[in-house]
Each structure stands twice: as C-alpha cells, then as structure tokens.
C-alpha cells in the first residue's frame, strides 16, 4: 500500500530562488571515483582558478541570499586549491562551507587544514553503487564501518558538521531502516542522514529535444529504465522506514514546481540518545527556526552549529509549548527518566534526515523540478540547476521533452515542427 503523505501536514520551507539556504559551487569536474548514476562527466580539465571560483561566489552573493555553499563536483578535495578556497568562502564571503565528497582523498593533515581554512561541514557520499577500492561488493549496511571513520575524523578533530548522503535504488530501500538506526547510535557524532533517490531518464515514453533537435538522451551521463525500472518516490522511503519505526515523522518539504503532490526535499528532525529516539519535531518547530534564523540573521539556515545540537534536553523543554511533535516527544522523555533515572546521564541531541527526489516527468514532458531548490549553481554568469548542468555544458541548452505518442502524430503531419527549445525559468 501506497503511504499517504499530505503537503498540508507540513511545513513548506520558504526557499526561494533568490532567497535560500545554500548554493551549490563547483571548483572542478574532477573524480576520483565511479559512482553509478552519477549526473556529472568526470572531466579531467576542469579545475577552475581562484579567480573564477570569486567570479561564481560574486554571482551567488548578488543574486541569492545564502547561508552555506556547498563546494562539489566532480570531487572538491581533488583540487590543488581546496583549503584556499575554503578559506576565501569563509572568510571573504562569511558564508559557511560544506564540501560534498566521497571521503577518498581526505587525510587527517588535510583535515586540519580545512578545519583552519574554516571549513563548515562535510557531506560524505557512500553508497554500495560506488567503485571503491577494498569496498566493492559491499552492501549498504557493511559500508557503515567506513560511514564510522569519516564521523570519527571529523569528531576527532571537533566542530564540524558530519553529513552522509546514501543513493537509493529498488534493491538498496530496503537498507534505509537500518541506516537510520546505525545514524541513531552514533547521533552524537552523525548530524544528518540524506537518502537521494535514484535519477531515471524516461527514454521509453519520451523523446527528447536541444534547441529542437532531436538527441538522444543516453549521450548524457543520466540513466535509462533499465537501470532502474521503479521509479521510486520520497513516499516510498517514508514507508519503508516506518515499517520499523511507524513514529517516523517529516516535519517539512519542497514541493515541485508542476506537480503539487510532489515532496522534493522532505525534512525530519529527530531527537534522542543513542539508545533511543525520543520523538520527532513538528511543523511549528521548522518554522520557527527558519523564519527566526531569517528575522535575526537576514538568512535561512542550513547547517547548525555542532554544539546546539548536543543541547536535546534543552530543545525539548524551549519548544514544547510551541510544537506538537517536541510535546509528544517531551512526554515520552519524562515517561523513560521515571522508569530509568540513570538516563539523565546520557545527553540528547538533534538529528536530521533528508529525502530528496529527483526530477519527475510529467505526462505532457514537462519537468517537475525542485520548487525552491537549494543546489543552485553558476554557468556563464547565470543560475541554473546543478542537476542539469550538463545539458548546458554539452548543448547549451535545457532539453525539453514530448511524450512518444503524441511525437509520433506530429509526424504524420509534416507542416508541424518538432517542439522549439524553451528554456524553463528556474521558479521557485
């Protein structure tokens, strides 16, 4: 059975696209590793100066109000200027940087290097879809070992926000319990846990177009269906998980630009120890925090400091008059501490959980993207999606799309043209 999940239970972040939580910077296209269903062609000539990495921050600073970058690719820490441009983020520009990497090439000295830069916070992608050296044939679960270490290092050294991002495929959903359990026994040292859903091209119902040209999708570096035949959805991994925690709870979304129904970021916040989660926050929290953040502060936030999140006891205690989630989890709290006095020994914290879905297909080829979407990037001094960026750097355009049947009609009449490239706006 299909989870219900209503937007109108939620809260719906105000990202915008010139007032947002982050932007997405890509130093180089450089990767050091293969992971499939990657969107983005390793080019080995892609490092970019200094000068074009102030060029791109120029952009985002005068056309966006942010509060992080996250600094990807390609791999970032494969750039021979990473700690400098960590640096020149954090302190030319204020903004907080958040390198998104699969782990490779960090060593303990670069560490402390990035941490002196002023590096903000890691997302470490690590899923069973990659080509790493001494992991291959491990499922999602024994990768958790390797997971361990980078929250280590990154614990070792103090103050830095540890994030890991898993792809998920039909065969790999059945791992999100477990992963969020392994997350919850490490929440003192594991701040956030993002689940992205597999990208599908749609070549079998739609044909596609650059400028009008008719192309075929498989020159890009996106997959078709048989790669991934179900399509997943954020509802899908909601089920899942709550066929081993039914308390699980989402406490904000993005919805898609075309179809309103869609959850294209979907938020969770979680507060626990590391034996038990407590509760979930609810709506009422999220926005207090958003739209607090934005009132004293001029922006939204994305990362929080690693030290307001060991403050759950706090959390829970502020925020219960305000929101139904931290009361609930407030109550079940105060029902352990009577049963078990010695849990006041151990100390609450926050955690958080991303969904993110990727780019749905609408019957009539139109693009259901994310509404609001943070990893906005820079190409040729304009904004467009990261997640598209390819489609700019090999034809210079967004592709459009028309369904297959309605493709071959057209062709029975041949004073019709085929669909003229219109570049969709980046809405938000």
């Known amino acids: 059975m299909k ?3 209503n937007p109108q239970d939620y809260y719906r972040l105000p990202w915008t696209l010139n007032d947002n939580v982050l932007s997405w910077l890509e130093p180089t296209k450089r990767c050091n590793l293969y992971c499939e269903g990657c969107y983005s062609r390793n080019d080995k000539n892609s490092d970019k100066s200094l000068e074009q990495i102030r060029s791109d921050l120029d952009v985002f600073t005068s056309q966006r109000r942010v509060d992080s970058i996250s600094v990807a690719g390609g791999d970032p820490l494969v750039h021979p200027d990473i700690v400098e441009i960590v640096r020149i983020i954090r302190h030319e520009y204020n903004l907080k940087p958040v390198l998104n990497t699969n782990g490779l090439a960090l060593t303990p000295e670069l560490l402390k290097d990035l941490k002196r830069a002023g590096v903000y916070g890691f997302t470490f992608h690590i899923d069973s879809s990659q080509s790493r050296p001494n992991w291959k044939g491990k499922n999602e679960l024994e990768l958790n070992d390797l997971r361990l270490h980078y929250a280590e290092m990154l614990a070792e050294v103090g103050g830095i926000s540890a994030n890991f991002n ?10 999100a319990p477990e992963l969020l359990n392994w997350a919850r026994e490490h929440i003192d040292i594991v701040h956030n846990m993002v689940f992205i859903l597999f990208r ?3 070549d079998s119902e739609f044909n596609y177009y650059a400028a009008g040209k008719k192309i075929d ?3 890009l570096v996106y997959y078709g269906e048989e790669k991934n035949p179900v399509r997943l959805t954020a509802r899908d991994i909601v089920g899942t998980i709550r066929e081993s925690d ?3 709870e989402p406490c904000a979304y993005l919805g898609g630009t075309k179809d309103p129904q869609s959850f294209k970021w979907l938020l969770t916040g979680r507060v626990g120890d590391k034996d038990q989660i407590y509760g979930y926050v609810g709506k009422r929290f999220m926005e207090l925090m958003q739209t607090g953040h934005h009132l004293l502060a001029g922006r939204y ?3 929080s400091n690693t030290d307001a999140l060991k403050h759950g006891r706090s959390l829970l205690l502020a925020m219960s008059p305000f929101d139904q989630g931290i009361r609930k989890a407030a109550k079940r709290y105060a029902s352990t501490l009577l049963r078990s006095p010695g849990q006041l020994k151990s100390r609450l914290h926050f955690q958080s959980v991303v969904i993110i879905q990727p780019i749905d297909m609408m019957s009539d080829g139109q693009t259901n993207m994310c509404d609001g979407c943070p990893d906005i990037t820079v190409h040729k001094g304009r904004l467009v999606w990261s997640c598209r960026l390819e489609e700019q750097l090999r034809y210079g355009c967004f592709l459009t799309a ?3 049947r309605a493709h071959a009609e057209k062709e029975k009449q041949p004073a019709e043209k085929a669909p003229r490239e219109i570049q969709p706006p980046i809405t938000a």
């Open 166 to 175: 898993s792809t998920v495929f039909p065969h790999t959903l059945k791992y």
């Open 246 to 248: 039914p308390d699980f």
């Open 3 to 5: 989870t219900v999940l």
């Open 402 to 404: 028309a369904p297959v």
């Open 217 to 219: 999708p498989g020159e």
């Open 301 to 303: 936030l994305a990362y």
């Open 200 to 202: 599908t091209t749609i």
